[in-house]
């Protein structure tokens, strides 16, 4: 189903953006004071695409559907499900405080700062693969395709409501966070095909040099 398939390629761009963050945040941890322009663009990203669109097309999405389709089954993995998204909004909305006191001088600030932030990627991975492996493979059992344009239908409006008309697609952010993390961290595995994309249109199988987002 599309509408399953869209949540898996969101949470490959996540992965990369977690990647890319964790590695700022090391090089912070090792050196001095974290890049708080990258920072700063990071959670505004987590806010607007993770939480605003992404675990809403979840929450608003998916999840209604399957527990309609099957109570019982679904009732119990949603239920863990709703605890991590309470709790990543909540970690999220501490880091956006921590973010602000570590913007001034006091260097344990930014340290408390830096910690706070490599936890929560962390608990974004264990999320993400959590929904990948339990509950999107739930929601290919339970849910009848016919639902499928509906699904992606919510989908959409919450896009167009976060997001607006003309919103930068999540590849796109990606890429353009990488370059700008490897200018700061060298080091970083630099940005392949397969790391941007899990087969767009089928580039992947057929040749990376078709792939349709550029990558
Ligand atoms: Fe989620
Ligand atoms: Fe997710």
Redesign the pocket.
């Known amino acids: 189903m599309r509408s399953i398939e869209i949540?898996r390629e969101?949470?490959r761009v996540?992965r990369g953006v977690l990647d890319c963050f964790d590695s700022v945040l090391a090089a912070a941890s090792r050196d001095s004071a974290p890049n708080m322009e990258i920072a700063g663009e990071l959670l505004g990203w987590f806010e607007r695409f993770a939480d605003g669109v992404?675990?809403n097309k979840?929450e608003l999405g998916l999840f209604p559907r399957m527990l309609a389709a099957a109570p019982e089954i679904s009732r119990a993995v949603l239920k863990e499900l709703m605890w991590l998204h309470a709790e990543e909004r909540r970690r999220l909305v501490a880091l956006r405080v921590g973010f602000a006191s570590a913007q001034g001088p006091d260097a344990w600030e930014r340290g408390r700062f830096v910690a706070a932030a490599r936890a929560y990627v962390e608990f974004q991975r264990h999320?993400?693969l959590l929904?990948d492996e339990v509950i999107l493979p739930r929601a290919c059992e339970v849910l009848d395709p016919a639902v499928d344009d509906e699904i992606l239908r919510t989908y959409a409006q919450i896009e167009l409501d976060a997001l607006g008309p003309n919103p930068e697609d999540p590849h796109a952010f990606l890429a353009r966070l990488r370059a700008r993390a490897k200018e700061l961290v060298p080091s970083l595995v630099p940005a392949g095909h397969e790391d941007l994309c899990a087969g767009c249109d089928g580039c992947r199988v057929a040749s990376p040099g078709a792939c349709s987002r550029g990558f």
């Open positions: 949540l969101e949470h996540l992404h675990q979840e999320h993400a929904e």
